[in-house]
C-alpha cells in the first residue's frame, strides 16, 4: 500500500521550512574586483549559498567609495592590486563610512608588507584567490560571526610576527621615544602611509608628521629608512 501524507500535513512542512528560511539573517557581500571574470565567478559562488547574497561588484576603490556608502552591506571582499586607489586605502577610506561593515582581503599576495598593511588598515580576513569555493563560503560566514578567516599560511605569518614583535618591543624599550612616537614608529617599520598611520591612530596627517619629526630628532636620523632600521636593530 503506497504511504499517502495528508495535504495539511505537506503544507505545514513547507511553512516551517520557509518559516525557517525567513528567520535566518542573510548576509549581504559587496565585490571589489577589478578582474570581471574572477568578481562575477565570485559572485555566483555567493548566491549559490542560501545565507548570503551578492548584487554590487566595483572594479576600482573609485567606485567602491562613490557607492558602497549607500549600499551598507554586512561584509566588503576586496583586491589589493586595484587600479588607482589601491584596495587597502579603499578600505580606510570605507572605514569612516561603514563603521560596521566586516572587510576581507581576497587577493593573490602572500608577501608579509601586503598582509600586515591589510590588517592595520582594517581587513578582518585574509583570502587567496586560489581558496576552494568551500573555504571562500565559510570565511565568509566566519568573518560575520566575529572571526578572521586566513589561510593556514598567512596565519602562521601573523603568529610569527607577534613572536618577533614582542622581542623587538623588548630591544626598544631603551629609545627616547614617547610611546604615541613607537607606536608610530612601528607603523611605518610596517610599511604604513601617513595618511593610513592617521586613520589607525585617529590623529590627522599633521600630528603624525609632527610626530616623525621628533622621531628623527630624538633618535639623530635623517629619514625614514635610518629610522627604521634603528628601531629594528636594537
Do not use: W
Not at 583586491?79 to 563603521?99: A, H, Q
Not at 614582542?166 to 607606536?183: A, F, G, I, V, Y
Amino acid at each position: 500500500m503506497a504511504l499517502v501524507i495528508p495535504i495539511n500535513v505537506v503544507d505545514s512542512c513547507k511553512k516551517d521550512k520557509k518559516s525557517i528560511m525567513e528567520n535566518k539573517k542573510i548576509i549581504s557581500v559587496a565585490i571589489i574586483e577589478d578582474i570581471k571574470e574572477i568578481a562575477y565567478n565570485l559572485k555566483d559562488i555567493i548566491n549559490d549559498d542560501e545565507l548570503m547574497t551578492c548584487q554590487n561588484i566595483y572594479h576600482n576603490g573609485e567606485e567602491a567609495l562613490t557607492f558602497l556608502p549607500k549600499m551598507n552591506p554586512d561584509l566588503i571582499l576586496i583586491d589589493i592590486g586595484l587600479p588607482g586607489i589601491s584596495g587597502i586605502e579603499t578600505i580606510v577610506r570605507l572605514r569612516t563610512m561603514l563603521p560596521e561593515t566586516q572587510f576581507c582581503m581576497f587577493t593573490v599576495f602572500e608577501d608579509d608588507d601586503k598582509i600586515f598593511r591589510s590588517l592595520a588598515a582594517g581587513a578582518k580576513g585574509y583570502i587567496l584567490k586560489n581558496s576552494a569555493p568551500y573555504d571562500i563560503l565559510n570565511s565568509l560566514k566566519e568573518l560575520y560571526k566575529g572571526g578572521s578567516p586566513m589561510n593556514p599560511t598567512i596565519a602562521r605569518r601573523v603568529i610569527d610576527s607577534f613572536t618577533n614583535k614582542s622581542s623587538t618591543n623588548q630591544k626598544n624599550l631603551d629609545l627616547p621615544l614617547s610611546k604615541r612616537e613607537l607606536q608610530i614608529l612601528d607603523k611605518l617599520s610596517q610599511g604604513l602611509l601617513y595618511k593610513e598611520i592617521s586613520a589607525e591612530l585617529g590623529i590627522t596627517v599633521g600630528t603624525v608628521k609632527q610626530h616623525i619629526h621628533k622621531i628623527y630628532y630624538k633618535l639623530e636620523v635623517n629619514n625614514k629608512t635610518e629610522a627604521i632600521n634603528l628601531y629594528l636593530r636594537r
